[in-house]
């Protein structure tokens, strides 16, 4: 029993818990690639049903897949350790 006064339980460890899970799921990693792609679909969709795009409006579209590049590179490039790098 006195191995157990020795502990103090910490009041907030439910808390640091659910970060943690939080942590390993990585939702906001996932939320923004989903969102990113429903983005895409949307672009994708109203660039296609455009009779003659001007030169802006390509731009956009181009704006829109090299973003989506950059932030999938950054997605799959990182660990959940957050170092970014493997070992």
């Given at each position: 029993m ?12 439910k ?73």
């Open positions: 006195p191995e157990q006064d020795s502990v103090k339980s910490n009041k907030y460890q808390w640091v818990d659910m970060a943690y899970m939080f942590d390993q799921w990585r939702i906001f990693p996932r939320v923004f690639i989903s969102m990113y792609i429903y983005l895409l679909y949307k672009v994708v969709v109203w660039y296609m049903a455009l009779g003659a795009p001007s030169m802006e409006q390509s731009g956009l579209v181009s704006v829109v897949v090299g973003a989506g590049a950059a932030w999938f590179g950054l997605y799959t490039g990182s660990s959940k350790s957050g170092s970014g790098k493997e070992k």
